[in-house]
């Protein structure tokens, strides 16, 4: 029987790299502040839901994570490198945000798909202007991607001949081409007709199963439950609880998270 003297402290199971670190962040729009002292952390494969009211902040800190909005303060770090920001929280470095760009892909609630191209053109356009993948070799990943969502026939198509739930899906396979390291979602089911909204969540449900890691901004409570790994609910700017979904959903601490879930189911 080993000593205390001689005994190995036991090792953290959880060697996973961490790929999303966020500190403090904070984002105003004139006098309104919209985030107010975010935290956030994301490792590889982990799945993670945000959710809480409208006007919460839950969308504005997507889009700050990935400056398509300029953080007012704060730290993000992504696959272990730190974005640079100046004093008032833009970029510091335009090309650093454009590489970082490549390792992160969003998927929006209004599918932002091209209407004057087709649906392979929509998904291979970024690889070969922007990385400059092989048009062939792009093309190829691109068939591979539109038959895995269960358009392989749409091809050919523009998106204006598309359903709601096809055009969703075709923009989580254009999200794809890129190979990212996290995929962000923000409500991606919330500009769907009921009926549709099935098919996209299988799709994100089989990216879950692969073990991608994802921050998904979603009011789809049971798929949240079902899919994500830890779950966080902002109220006005701030995380107001966070945790396993069984615990947030199960056995929620805080009144305002047991009001806002009685509101949703």
């Known amino acids: ?42 490792k590889k494969g982990d799945v993670v839901a945000i959710i ?40 510091a470095s335009r090309r650093q945000i454009e590489r970082i760009r490549t390792r992160l ?18 998904v291979i356009e970024v690889p070969v202007h922007v990385l400059k993948v092989p048009r062939g070799e792009a093309i190829k990943r691109a068939r591979e991607l539109l038959d895995r969502v269960g358009l392989s026939d749409k ?16 923009a989580i396979a254009r999200a794809l081409a890129v190979d990212p390291n996290v995929m962000l979602f ?3 089911t919330s500009a769907l007709d009921p009926e549709l909204v099935g098919e996209v969540l ?28 830890h779950v966080v609910y902002l109220f006005e700017g701030r995380i107001e609880e966070q945790g396993p979904p069984a615990e947030v959903f199960g056995n929620p601490q805080s009144e305002r998270l047991k009001q806002f879930l009685s509101s949703v189911t």
């Open 155 to 170: 091809e050919d198509t523009f998106p204006a001949f598309m359903s709601g739930g096809q055009q969703q899906r075709a």
């Open 52 to 91: 809480g009211g409208s006007g919460s902040g839950k969308s504005t800190m997507l889009r700050c994570i990935n400056f398509l909005e300029t953080p007012s303060s704060g730290q993000i770090v992504i696959d272990g490198e730190e974005v640079m920001m100046n004093a008032d929280g833009s970029p």
């Open 186 to 188: 923000d409500e991606p």
């Open 202 to 229: 299988t799709v994100i449900r089989d990216l879950a199963a692969e073990g991608r890691t994802m921050l998904l901004v979603t009011h789809e409570m049971k798929f949240a439950r079902e899919v994500a790994n």
């Open 105 to 122: 892909a969003m998927v929006f609630q209004q599918f932002n798909l091209w209407t004057h191209r087709t649906l392979l053109e929509n």
């Open 1 to 42: 029987m080993p000593t205390a003297a001689s005994a190995e402290p036991i090792p953290d199971p959880d060697t996973r790299a961490e790929v999303i670190h966020v500190k403090d962040l904070h984002k105003s729009f004139g006098s309104l502040e919209v985030l107010k002292g975010v935290s956030l952390n994301a």
